[in-house]
């Protein structure tokens, strides 16, 4: 299987390299040349495995003979071990035919960990099998930062560096940054927004004298191997629910576009999936493109739901690629009118996308209004990002078609913003009771190219 990039000007890379490296060298995404189909027999039969045993099925027709099946089982048994969950991903009923997918049973109590355990695992095979050492640099918005320190914390081939906007995440979220002690971490406070973090990380990406000295590996949503390991819970939580035999609906709170991605993925690879719908909060650039197809950006408005403060969603550029017939000089052609503040998809790229996505906004009131609703009649204490996809899903679903919401974080990431909507106070899960007690390391900089890079030269091991 070869990776090629949305802009069409980067070489053909492997699976290994499309995830050593993140970003392609022309600017792109990499994306898999063509997608893999399972049978309807073959997802039958994912039907009460585990989901160590679906995630093989669902992941090994996308990754070269440089893991072998024997090593890839023994890597994704080892990175769902830490999970407090043996389901991993346990769905629970809402309401008739409204199901909430629980991925926050990790160790940092968001779904990007599903992600990042194995990507840590991964990398660590491959680079001491190649003797070599890379310098992780991620963009944050609170959570992919956690869940990448706690991926790759102590690991002998790595440095981790994560920006994240000073002062916009959350108590949980800057501690589970600040309070590893190994020598392989370091937390970045940026005067910025997430969006200055990630548009500085984008820049170290192109500046390729910087980025071949440090060896600069990216593991942001952009990643392709973190998106493949988003795909295996949409098959393992259909089948639980019928699928193949029953079409199942999905919708996911996004503001990179990743999560949703995934989904997107799974249907392409043969699941039987009928809507994807993307839940916003008022940062809502996603649901305003796919209702006019103008895709402009504005300022980022803070919010209760911190992880979809965004306004430039990187992975939508995977499905423009997509929804231009995979026709790479016409996504860098939007990519470069993005960089003067938006671009129109063409009539035809947005049917396109409307074929298989729909969309919804919610604004703060509402939810914090879900969050307790939620906990009244349906009972379950909901994190703001989660509340907003039980939201948009009870608006826009199909009462004949079951509907699976994601929910993205544990309410516990968020105590704030759960405790003035519902008046209780999520408690950490035990095994991390300790987190408000632990020291805090922590470096402020600003938001400068010039400024990062140094620092990553300086601190890095040699
Ligand atoms: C990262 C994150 C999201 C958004 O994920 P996308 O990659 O933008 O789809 C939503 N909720 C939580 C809790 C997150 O951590």
Known sequence: ???????????????????????????????????????????????????????????????????????????????????????????????????????FHGPTLAFKDFAMQLIGQLFQNALTRRNERVTI????????????????????????????????????????????????????????TFDDCQA?????????????????????????????????????????????????????????????????????MGLPIDRLIVATNQNDILHRCLSTGGYQTTDVHPSVSPSMDIQVSSNFERALFDAYDRDGGAVAHLMSDLSEGGFHVSPEALQALRAHFDSGRVGEDETLHQIAASHSTMGELLCPHSAIGVKVAEDLRDPATPMITLATAHPAKFPDAVENASGIRPPLPHRMADLYERSERVTRVANDLGTLEDLIRERRAK
């Open 200 to 268: 500085r990380l984008k820049d170290m990406f192109n500046d390729f004298p910087f980025r071949d000295e440090v060896r600069l590996a990216g593991v942001n949503s952009i990643n392709w191997a973190r998106v493949l390991a988003q795909v295996v819970y949409y098959f393992s939580s259909a089948v639980s629910l019928g699928a193949p035999k029953r079409k199942i609906s999905f919708t996911i709170p996004t503001g990179n576009f990743g999560d949703i991605f995934a989904g997107y993925i799974a249907k392409q």
């Open 137 to 192: 640099v991620g963009a944050t918005s609170g959570d992919t930062g956690s869940a990448a320190i706690e991926a790759f914390r102590g690991l002998d081939n790595v440095d981790v560096f994560i920006l994240y906007p000073h002062g916009r995440v959350s108590e949980v979220q800057r501690r589970q940054m600040t309070t590893p002690s190994e020598s392989n971490v370091h937390a970045l406070a940026v005067d910025g």
């Open 1 to 103: 299987m070869l990776y090629i990039s949305t802009r069409g000007q980067a070489p053909e890379l492997t699976f290994e390299e499309a995830m050593l490296s993140g970003l392609a060298r022309d600017g792109g995404l990499y994306v898999p040349k063509t997608i893999p189909h399972l049978s309807e027999a073959e997802i039958t039969a994912m039907a009460g495995l585990s989901y160590e045993e679906t995630a093989f099925r669902v992941m090994r027709p996308f990754i070269d003979q440089s893991f072998s099946d024997a090593v890839l089982g023994d890597l994704i048994s080892k990175a769902y071990a830490q999970f407090g969950h043996g389901a991993r991903a346990p769905l629970v009923q809402l309401a008739p035919n409204h199901f909430l997918l629980e991925l």
